[in-house]
């Protein structure tokens, strides 16, 4: 499966935002989809998992302004970001593995298959 992030952009603070995986060569239907998310000089971080088969979702910890859906008809998964702040600045990627690996939102080399990344810039 090859995935191709977007939706990134340029933002104030308190908005929200809504980042698109698009899937080609394969149906996501067979994989877990998750987010992450890198600012400069920090670790890639997870934030939200989706399968889009089942409608399953994962979210990380103290995540609760991001939430996650799947779209099979469209073979896409979306983040939303809501209340935006500064330090949501950050490229944001999407990573996908066999769905049946997936039961918990795990590090980041655990995912085979990556998007190029979509830069969010929040300003405040």
């Known amino acids: 499966v090859q995935l191709q992030a977007s939706g990134g952009g340029s933002v104030a603070a308190g908005g929200s935002l809504r980042l698109s995986c698009a899937g080609t060569?394969?149906?996501?239907?067979?994989?877990?989809v998750c987010w992450f998310r890198q600012a400069p000089g920090k670790e890639r971080e997870g934030l939200a998992c989706a399968a889009g088969g089942s409608g399953s979702t994962w979210l990380a910890d103290n995540k609760g302004r991001f939430d996650i859906s799947a779209d099979n008809a469209k073979n896409a998964v979306y983040l939303n970001i809501h209340s935006l702040k500064p330090e949501d600045s950050a490229v944001y990627y999407c990573?996908?593995?066999?769905?049946?690996?997936?039961?918990?939102?795990?590090?980041?080399?655990?995912?085979?298959?990556w998007g190029q990344g979509t830069q969010v810039t929040v300003s405040s």
């Open positions: 060569g394969s149906t996501l239907r067979n994989y877990a």
């Open positions: 990573a996908a593995k066999d769905l049946d690996l997936m039961d918990h939102i795990d590090g980041p080399q655990e995912y085979d298959y």
